[in-house]
């Protein structure tokens, strides 16, 4: 069984430039997370998917971040424009049920010059 | 305000060592509690968790955590240390009021292993 797929798995782009990011959670998964580790910093939580609705978005930094799960499989994450303190790992992360086990992706690294 | 204390950044043992992980939150209720490991080129995995019941919890690749409230810690152990162990351990605490996916986590320990 496929694990969480996240792609691309490294981009560098100019400030101000857009990126959208891919997660591929797990076939059957309602839940889907994201996460982002900024360089020195935690993990921090951004939002939760229950299938196409967004549960908690409490951890989305500010309205250049838009996450969509159309159809509730796959969940893209654009930036929008693109800023320097946007760099970081994004995690995605896929569970069964809502207390279940979170299983994570390989990240996505952005690095905005 | 809820916060995972991970006080060590980098640690190196020598494989066959025991290790030990220190990990301290801060929150209000009893607390849910993970520990994650990255390995390179690899995603979180999980490598335990604490809900409630036995404050010894037993987890994957021989590891275990002890939670102890009275001193608001959640430390992983791990009798014997191997080389595959290198990684980065990450505890965290799930989000009071949040859904259990909502983590809020440590900045991680590195963990190197010597030969």
């Known amino acids: 069984e496929a694990g969480v797929t996240q792609f691309p798995s490294h981009s560098v782009i100019e400030k101000g430039q857009t990126v959208t990011l891919r997660c591929d959670p797990i076939?059957?998964?309602?839940?889907l997370y994201w996460y982002r580790r900024v360089m020195g910093k935690e993990i921090k939580f951004l939002l939760h998917f229950v299938k196409e609705s967004k549960q908690d978005e409490s951890g989305m930094p500010n309205n250049r971040f838009l996450a969509e799960r159309t159809g509730g499989t796959y969940s893209t994450l654009k930036v929008q424009p693109a800023e320097l303190e946007d760099s970081g790992v994004y995690f995605c992360?896929?569970?069964?049920?809502?207390?279940?086990?979170?299983?994570f992706g390989e990240g996505s690294r952005l690095t905005v010059l | 305000a809820q916060s995972v204390t991970q006080p060590d950044i980098h640690i190196t043992v020598s494989e066959g060592a025991s290790l030990e992980l220190r990990c301290n939150y801060s929150?209000?209720?009893?607390?849910?509690l993970f520990w994650y490991v990255q390995s390179p080129g690899q995603g979180l995995q999980l490598l335990l968790k604490y809900f409630s019941g036995d404050t010894l919890v037993q987890g994957i690749k021989g590891f275990e955590a002890e939670f102890k409230r009275s001193q608001s810690s959640f430390n992983l152990r791990k009798p014997s240390v191997h080389w595959s162990d290198a990684a980065e351990y990450f505890c965290?605490?799930?989000?009071?009021?949040?859904?259990?996916?909502?983590?809020?986590f440590g900045k991680g320990t590195k963990l190197s292993v010597k030969p």
């Open positions: 929150y209000g209720a009893t607390p849910y």
């Open positions: 965290a605490v799930a989000s009071e009021g949040g859904s259990q996916g909502n983590l809020i």
């Open positions: 076939s059957g998964h309602d839940n």
């Open positions: 992360a896929s569970s069964q049920v809502r207390a279940g086990e979170l299983f």
